[in-house]
């Protein structure tokens, strides 16, 4: 408790000279986060990251394919493509 008051009383102390020092304050609009911007980017995210997994879903079911091809193909059970 006495930290947040020590924390308090001093950051009062600062803000009263800094208003003496004939100084304004300005916002600084760098400081303060932009939550729509976030919320854009992570959509957007999420929607490449959607992409992205349906091309390598596709790309192994091929690869899948493939393969129990080849192992037909191995045992007999399955004529040899041309």
Known sequence: MATSY???AQAREWDRRYDAWGREKR???H???DYEAAALKRTQALAD???RLLAERK?????VA???D???EFWGLKEASA
């Open 49 to 51: 990251r959607d992409i």
């Open 6 to 8: 020590a924390d308090s």
């Open 66 to 68: 493939a393969a129990v």
């Open 27 to 29: 916002a600084k609009p």
């Open 31 to 33: 400081e303060f986060h």
């Open 70 to 72: 080849a192992i037909g």
């Open 59 to 63: 790309a192994s079911a091929k690869r």
